[in-house]
Each structure stands twice: as C-alpha cells, then as structure tokens.
C-alpha cells in the first residue's frame, strides 16, 4: 500500500533541526528553531513553573479527560491575560476560549472553523510570515492570499503598501495579524500604526484572526497587547490564536488558546459550540498538564509575580544579544549595517542573508539558519558563540 509513495521533503524549520542534530562539528551553531536558549545555550525550565508542578503533583487525583474545551479557568485567565481584567471584551461574556494543543492546535481549530462555517472566505497572510501559517490553512482547504508587509530592503515595515493591500481584500475575508514580535521578521507597527490597522478592518467588514504567540517577548505584557486590543476594540468581531511555549517555556507541553470573540454572548457559546465540533472530530479534547500549570501560575499572586520577573529576564537577554550583535557585526563585517537587528523584537529577524549565503553558513560554518530571508532566532545567540557567529557571517558576507 505505501511502495508507491515518495519521500515527502522535510519541513524548512524542523528540517534544519534534524541536520544540525547530525552535524559532527562541536562548535555548531543552532539559529533555526524558534526556542528560547539561556545565556549557556540551554531551554531552561522556569522556577515558576517547577513550583508549579509540586504544587500540581500534591493535590492531583484523578487523570480523567478534560471537557471538548479544556480547562474552564485557564480560558478565563489567558484572556484576562490578553485583555486585562476590566476589559469590556472580558467582562461582557462576548468571548469565549478553547484549551489547545498549542497555538498551531488553535490555528488549525480555526482553519477548521472557517471552513465549516464561514466557507468560501479568504486567509489573507503578511508578507513574509511564519512558514507554517499557510499549510495549516491549505491543509483545511481554506484559500491563502498574501498582503505586502515588510519593505524592499528586508529591514522594515513598508505600511503604506500594507494599508493599500488591506485596502483591497474582500469584504468578509479573513487577515491574519501577527499580535507582536512578528515571525519572521521581528518587525511590528507602532501603535499609531495599528490604530490605522483596526480602523481599516473594521470600515472594510474584515474578520481579523490575530496570530499571538509572544506576549511578553516584545516590550511588556501590557505594552505587548497594544495592537491585540485595538483590533479586537468593543464591538468588533474576531479570533484570537494564542501559544504559551515561549513565555512559559512550555514547549514540550503544548498549550494554547483558541478564543472566539463576537458581537455578544448568544452568538458566542453559538460560535464556541461550532468550534467543539471540529475539535471532537480532530483530537477529542487537549491534555491537561500544561494548561494546568499555566493556570496555577496565574491565578496564585506569589507565583505570577515570579513569572513576570522570569519573563523579563528572557526578554531582556534577548534584547541584550541583539544589541550584541550589531555591535560585533561592525568589527567583523565594517561594510555592512546591522543596526536594524537592534530595532526589531522577540525571538526572530530577518537577517538578509540571501540563499547562497545560508547555504555556505550550514555547509562551510555549521551554523544552521532559516533560508527564507535569512530568519536568524536571536534567543540562540549566546555570549560563548556571538564571536564566532558573527565572524562566519562576515566570511559568507
């Protein structure tokens, strides 16, 4: 039954996992995979959730299944998270979430929504954005479309051609906006910016599905969420995907939200109802484990509060080796301008490094990089390896 089939090519991020796993050289350099790595080259387990853990150990009593839509209180809290408390998205009952496995889970949940219940419309996706985004979409038979995003130079936000390409999609049609920390060129709109983006999808009658991966990663929670909630402001219409690998660094434990947001609470359990119907058809219900350690973090005060110094810790060393970077780059490549690097935020940016380039980094340097415009995790620059990182690519350069 299988002779027939052809070995399918390995996918471009995890791919490049798997051959720096098989690379002999023991100063390899691993700048593909989007995970936060410690000052020592390590995806550290957080104190926060450690203590978490024993706490869940302790009481825990029965590994029965979760409800169709996960744990009742981790939804409540991620939108608390996302929106605040008082926010009249939180309080009036017009939204509603689903546990996920991860944020992929809840993006394909939604593929799945759409095409069920919205069928026809559009997935409309920046240009460039995350390598995945497309294939979940397609998978579900939903239509992808493009809207121009970064600038022709690959260092910036061209947003006037991003308003007049928005400008242009369809009525009804669904855009896909990275919530912060844009993956997977780093570059975000400035809050002015995403007032104009609100303004343009709520006059064209456009569905916003918000990619949300990275609260916390960019400049603060709070900061995080300025273009979110200028999307989702009161009345409009929206889906929400967010992921809590990285801020927790639960990767391994997959946990992630899928939150429906409608013009009032009827026709969101209306909504929400319809979604867990596509996910009792596609893995039943999510595991428990790690949205129960997301849970017990937010909701005890002790524990928060280390998390939020934790997160910033990350973030703050991620911004460090950014700035590191570009300083080093001027001794080792004095042609060239980095300083964009240190403008742009969270885990990932675009280097400009073209194909021939990355291959040689790989191939000549060990060093292991997204092809597509040279996507560089900037979390796996580390104070052992920046020297030799930098010096490879002013060789390539």
């Not at 691993?30 to 790595?37: A, C, Q, R």
Request: hydrophobic share 40%; aromatic share 8%; glycine share 8%.
């Amino acid at each position: 039954m299988f002779e027939h089939l052809d070995t399918a090519p390995p996918d471009a991020i995890l791919g490049l996992n798997e051959a720096f796993r098989n690379d002999p050289n023991p100063d390899k350099i691993n700048l593909s995979v989007g995970v936060y790595k410690d000052a020592a080259g390590r995806t550290p387990v957080l104190a926060c959730v450690k203590e978490a853990e024993r706490r869940l150990v302790e009481v825990e009593s029965s590994k029965s299944y979760l409800a169709i839509d996960g744990l009742p209180e981790f939804g409540q809290l991620v939108r608390g998270l996302m929106f605040g408390p008082e926010h009249e998205i939180t309080t009036s009952g017009r939204a509603v979430s689903l546990q996920t496995p991860g944020g992929t889970g809840a993006l394909r949940v939604a593929a799945d929504f759409l095409r069920k219940k919205l069928a026809g419309t559009t997935v409309w996706c920046s240009k460039p954005t995350w390598v995945n985004h497309p294939k979940i979409f397609e998978a579900a038979d939903c239509p992808v479309k493009t809207y121009d995003y970064i600038d022709a130079d690959g260092v910036g936000l061209d947003f006037d051609a991003m308003l007049k390409s928005l400008e242009q999609i369809p009525a009804g049609d669904v855009v896909l906006l990275h919530g912060c920390c844009h993956n997977p060129t780093g570059i975000d709109p400035t809050p002015e910016q995403w007032k104009q983006i609100a303004e343009v999808v709520r006059r064209r009658a456009l569905l916003p599905l918000v990619d949300f991966a990275y609260q916390g990663f960019g400049e603060s929670l709070e900061a995080d969420v300025r273009g979110l909630r200028e999307i989702c402001s009161e009345g409009t219409e929206a889906i929400v995907c967010s992921s809590y690998s990285k801020n927790f660094g639960l990767y391994s434990e997959r946990v992630g939200a899928l939150t429906l947001i409608a013009e009032g609470p009827e026709a969101a359990q209306a909504a929400l109802s319809h979604a867990k119907t596509c996910v009792r058809t596609n893995y039943s219900n999510p595991p428990q484990h790690g949205a129960a350690i997301v849970t017990t973090v937010l909701a005890d005060a002790e524990l928060r509060r280390q998390w939020e110094q934790e997160l910033a810790e990350m973030r703050n060393r991620i911004n460090s080796m950014r700035e590191q970077f570009v300083q080093t780059m001027r001794t080792a490549s004095p042609g060239h301008d980095f300083s964009f690097i240190a403008a742009q935020r969270g885990m990932f940016s675009f280097s400009g490094l073209t194909p021939l380039q990355v291959d040689e980094l790989r191939t000549k340097h060990s060093v292991y990089v997204v092809t597509a415009g040279g996507r560089i995790n900037v979390a796996g620059i580390t104070p052992d390896n920046i020297e030799r990182l930098c010096a490879a690519i002013g060789e390539v350069l």
